[in-house]
């Protein structure tokens, strides 16, 4: 009787974990979202839980780096991140016999922001890169027609992904300089950036489009985006949809949905859903560029 009554147990401990409470469409499931992306995800996560009633999709705010450990760690099976795994990570993965999805979603942009009263907001990557290295410290050193007053230079948190992205893909240094500020959130850069004439700040486009223009080409009216120039300043660029799209603003990168989930559940249809037509169209809408939806490049002159 005590070897049928344990059999019994397991049967129905295995027949559960083989049977996961959650479809495509239904159940309850958390996702692992780089506090960058949120306003992306929220306009997703809003339209897909009103589509599919008995689905919610729970995202967990925080950096980059520690929603691919909660990804390791199996704590959730969901993350939406600005890079793919690596090949280390993935044979990491493959040894436990799961075999992650990884489906760019969206390209993004870095918007640089600086104070209004700043009267220089035009930059080149070259001139950034020496920022954040400690190289320049000082904007009467950007332009000599420029105010006096040392960079006070603020990243949303130390462990993101904008941070990484800075470090490898602009100043091609892990030593950067010890002046710089980081906060918690997006929201954190734009509070300092408005009320401090020294400062400026990077962060997620998409913080900062406004949803009221239907051509995203305005955005909040506390703070400057600056132009950017991939070598001159002739050449700079704001973040806006059609620069991004023909890649003349520089600071841009992948979005990612990736999941570790073995079945065909709730996080294989949110991917469904972020990569067909409408999800596509609420990332439009966003203020970001879709990876797949047709856009239209309208040409526009500013006085």
Request: glycine share 4%; net charge negative; proline share 4%.
């Amino acid at each position: 009787m005590l070897f049928l009554l344990m059999f019994i147990m397991l049967s129905c401990r295995n027949s559960q974990n083989d049977n996961p409470l959650d479809t495509p469409t239904t159940g309850k499931i958390s996702m692992a979202v780089d506090e960058t992306f949120m306003p992306i995800v929220q306009a997703q996560l809003d339209v897909f839980h009103s589509v599919y009633r008995y689905a919610h999709i729970e995202p967990i705010a925080l950096p980059e780096s520690e929603a691919f450990k909660l990804l390791y760690d199996d704590s959730v099976k969901l993350i939406l991140a600005s890079r793919k795994l690596s090949d280390k990570e993935v044979e990491y993965f493959n040894q436990k016999k799961i075999f992650p999805k990884q489906v760019k979603i969206a390209i993004d942009a870095i918007a640089m922001i600086v104070n209004r009263q700043n009267p220089d907001s035009v930059y080149t990557v070259d001139e950034l890169a020496a920022i954040l290295k400690g190289e320049i410290t000082n904007w009467s050193q950007l332009n000599n027609n420029n105010h006096s007053g040392n960079i006070e230079l603020m990243f949303d948190n130390p462990k993101s992904g904008l941070v990484r992205y800075m470090i490898d893909s602009v100043a091609h240094t892990n030593a950067l300089s010890k002046s710089l500020i980081s906060g918690s959130v997006n929201t954190d850069v734009i509070n300092y950036v408005s009320k401090h004439i020294n400062a400026a700040g990077f962060i997620g486009v998409s913080w900062i489009s406004d949803k009221d223009d239907s051509t995203h080409l305005s955005f909040q009216n506390n703070i400057r985006v600056a132009r950017l120039g991939k070598v001159q300043k002739t050449d700079a660029y704001k973040p806006y949809q059609a620069y991004i799209a023909t890649e003349q603003y520089p600071l841009t990168r992948d979005i990612y949905l990736i999941s570790t989930d073995p079945h065909l559940g709730l996080a294989e249809g949110f991917i469904s859903f972020a990569a067909s037509d409408k999800g596509q169209r609420i990332i439009l809408k966003a203020g970001i560029l879709p990876a797949t939806a047709t856009i239209r490049l309208v040409q526009v002159h500013d006085e």
